[in-house]
């Protein structure tokens, strides 16, 4: 699949951002705008740049002149999984030690789909991060006296090879390191049992790898795959449904070996790749395994992006959905309209926008011209720059969209300014930009290009310098899914929270892509959207009786709150975890055609419902609770609906009139 592409470039009014840092930092000069802000090594271009990230199987922890590495350890209670950092190992120049001297910062030099280069000037030394490597690979550029230290005592350092290519190192945390180097390096332990350092000055490779196992068929693996190293990595669409990675390698010859997370098992294509089932590092993503081969081919069963829902609405429920939907419709007035908030906003207008085309799929059209008048009001000013108190600004610092509100406050849009939640708060706008170019061809055409700005801020394919957005900004190549959370530094890396609202997004492009007949963007939006759910079914939805994370959490828990790249939250951003209510719905709002592919599995679903409806009160929100009886549909059509119709409230993004055609679509049990 080729790039985006659109007719006329388009910009919105130039940012002045007085909230956005300055990302030129730790970035190399020969990196240009755009540049990343929601990347699996975001820590290491914010702030002091020297909080840990996530490199499967390591957390990695650089600083001015070293880096250090984690095989983490994993802590588990019924609330939270995370993995806990303590610097093993630490590999830094010995004379830079020695001079205590430089105050020259690490610097990112190049960046790919699945790697990132840090080089450490004041030591010689220069780290290509490759994603799922067992191996940490170190390129010493000068000859320099290597240091390797640990905040644990250093048991035995043991030459396994007589030219003195290979040590083992054994920690008294009952860890055991392999160290492998491109030509001869003279380690030994000095007084201090905790650093190992080199006798003479060396240049050239060192990789270092743990040890998993004390069995010698890892030792065995580890030496055969040694002496040729991945240097990047690209992700390639390269068609509907199917992801093909690509590293760049080095070294002596041979083929590379990687590790492949459970999800990436469940994808692989078997041709060209060996899989090395008994050889295996954990990680709070499940076990992951070897594969031996240049590139990989992940391809996933095709999603079907579909305006209505596939089984439509029986004849006999016809009459109750048109009954709400003249009710839903009559409330339109986008004359009344005090939101600025651009999530809310965007929520409001998809809303309404749900409202056409379920008229649509009911065959009651004459309620569909308000609702076109309804969105043309309310998304024009957005798409001109006339809304008052708010609007879509352009950020060239960064490369992406952001907002006046989130321009001057970080907190401005629940971070909007700042790159958090872009999928979420545009996936909106662009369902509604879809639903009316669909029906409105002209209007359609007249916005184009500013519907395209909105959709490449998180959906932009390009890997040109001279783009306007970054490449695919929230979407992570390695795990599948998207990342929420920009522009801050945290010690767990980054998170999301509401998977359904980034399936929605990518939902919502595909659909656009359609309206404008645009089968590439179909494709990538479908691709995408694709991805997002089984990522979603894989590390949100807990399974009962699933040993994919420990049982005492799996136990008390049926769907993740938050997730971070290094831990798992029953907690939420804006409630406790006691709110399993709320836990349910945001990782179904808003409901869609796509929904019936994201929860699927019914099992699944009516054990989330049974887990979530002891957790309703007097005081639960009437919207939550539409979430909830909405998925007790699946599977309960008629006890659903019966309560839907007692409630006397609905969610900001959704509707009665939803609802019921939600219901009224489903088989359910009563099939």
């Known amino acids: 699949m080729p790039n985006n592409k659109k007719d006329t470039p388009f910009t919105f009014p130039q940012a002045h951002s007085t909230v956005l840092p300055d990302p030129s930092t730790f970035f190399s000069q020969n990196l240009v705008s755009p540049l990343p802000t929601n990347s699996f090594f975001q820590n290491w271009v914010l702030n002091n740049g020297d909080n840990q990230e996530y490199i499967h199987p390591y957390l990695i922890k650089p600083s001015n002149s070293s880096l250090s590495i984690s095989y983490p350890s994993r802590s588990a209670n019924s609330a939270v999984i995370y993995q806990a950092f ?46 799922g490597s067992p191996y940490v690979t ?21 030459p396994l090879d007589p030219s003195l290519t290979k040590y083992s190192f054994t ?15 003279f380690l030994t332990r000095g007084r201090d049992t905790s650093e190992i350092t080199s006798e003479r000055s060396f240049s050239g490779i060192i990789r270092l790898a743990l040890w998993p196992d004390s069995d010698t068929k890892y030792e065995a693996i580890l030496d055969k795959y040694s002496s040729c190293y991945p240097v990047s990595g690209d992700a390639v669409l390269r068609e509907p449904f199917f992801m093909e990675y690509k590293w ?35 990680s709070i993503d499940g076990e992951l395994v070897g594969v031996v081969g240049d590139s990989w081919l992940l391809e996933a069963d095709p999603v079907s992006v579909t305006w ?91 490369g992406g969209i952001i907002t006046k509100l989130g321009s001057t406050d970080t907190g401005g849009d629940f971070g909007f300014g700042i790159y958090n939640d872009h999928h979420f708060h545009l996936g909106y706008f662009l369902y509604a930009i879809a639903v009316l170019a669909k029906i409105d061809p002209a209007w359609g055409r007249k916005y184009k290009a500013q519907a395209y700005s909105i959709m490449e801020d998180f959906m932009n394919l390009s890997t040109r310098s001279n783009s306007n957005y970054t490449r695919l900004r929230c979407f992570d190549f390695y795990k599948l899914h998207s990342w929420a959370a920009g522009l801050t530094e945290f010690n767990d890396g980054r ?18 892509g359609m309206a404008y007949g645009d089968a590439n963007l179909v494709a990538i939006g479908s691709t995408l959207t694709a991805f997002e759910i089984l990522a979603t079914q894989m590390w949100w939805h807990v399974k009962e009786g699933g040993n994919l994370y420990e049982e005492e959490f799996t136990r008390e828990n049926r769907v993740v709150g938050v997730l971070w790249s290094n831990k798992r939250d029953s907690g939420l951003w804006f409630a406790s975890a006691e709110r399993r209510e709320c836990r349910l ?24 419902v049974e887990w979530t ?56 049990g009563d099939e």
């Open 86 to 131: 303590n610097p093993d190992l630490t590999i830094t120049s010995a004379d830079n030690k020695i001079k205590q001297s430089s105050n020259k910062k690490h610097t990112i030099s190049s960046y790919t789909d699945l790697s990132v280069t840090v080089d450490m000037p004041s030591s010689n030394m220069s780290f290509p991060l490759v994603r």
């Open 138 to 158: 170190v390129r010493v550029t000068e000859p320099t006296h290597i240091s390797i230290s640990t905040i644990h005592a250093i048991l035995f350092v043991t």
């Open 171 to 185: 920690l008294n945390n009952s860890q055991t390191w392999i160290i492998y180097a491109s030509s001869p390096i």
């Open 248 to 282: 760049e390698k080095e070294g002596s010859g041979g083929d590379l070996l990687l590790l492949a997370h459970p999800l990436h098992v469940n994808l692989l294509s078997k041709h060209g790749v060996t899989v090395l089932d008994d050889f295996k590092y954990n």
């Open 308 to 398: 209505h829902s596939t089984k439509g609405v029986k004849e006999e429920s016809r009459d109750e959905i048109v009954s709400a939907l003249l009710k839903d419709v009559d409330g339109l007035n986008s004359s009344g309209i005090t939101q600025t908030n651009s999530y809310f906003y965007g929520k409001l207008i998809a809303r309404a926008a749900r409202l056409a085309l379920i008229a649509e799929e009911v065959f009651f059209y004459e309620v569909i011209p308000k609702v076109v008048k309804f969105l043309k009001e309310t998304i024009e000013p957005w798409l001109e720059g006339t809304y008052n108190g708010n609007g879509f600004l352009y950020d060239g610092k960064w």
């Open 495 to 512: 998170n999301q929270e509401s998977t359904s609202e980034a399936v929605g997004a990518y939902y919502s492009a595909a659909l656009m």
């Open 585 to 608: 719905g945001i990782q179904l709002l808003p409901v869609l055609p796509i929904s019936e592919i994201l929860f699927s599995d019914v099992e699944y679903v009516k054990d989330l």
């Open 613 to 668: 409806l002891p957790a309703i009160s007097d005081g639960t929100g009437e919207g939550w609770k539409g979430f909830l009886y909405a998925l007790q549909g699946v599977y309960d059509n008629e006890g659903a609906l019966e309560k839907i119709r007692r409630l006397n409230g609905f969610d900001d993004g959704n509707s009665l009139t939803n609802l019921l055609w939600w219901i009224h679509t489903r088989g359910g």
